[in-house]
């Protein structure tokens, strides 16, 4: 039973960081790595991978916002997440 709320409690941890505030100075980076974190459990597709990839060196940058304008599937739990507020 450990194992699982370990496991809950790194997705939980992961989740926050993708989700990370847009604007905040390493934010692109950090979305990055916890978007390829999501990406090694199947979680997150390639070409939404490929959103992160692309903003991760601009902190501005709203991955979800960009996918939505490249037409590229969100994973269903960025849906519930994302606010589109930037710090």
């Known amino acids: 039973m ?11 941890r992961q989740s926050g960081f993708l989700f990370a505030t847009v604007g905040a100075a390493g934010s692109g980076s950090v979305r990055y ?7 090694s459990l199947d979680m ?4 939404m991978l490929e959103i992160y990839r692309m903003c ?11 996918a939505k304008f490249e037409g590229v599937e969100l994973p269903p739990f960025t849906k519930t997440r994302h606010t589109g507020r930037r710090g």
């Open 2 to 12: 450990m194992a699982v709320s370990v496991y809950q409690s790194e997705l939980d």
């Open 33 to 39: 790595a916890a978007a390829m974190y999501f990406y």
């Open 44 to 47: 997150m597709p390639a070409p």
């Open 56 to 66: 991760s060196k601009f902190d501005c940058e709203d991955p979800i916002d960009l």
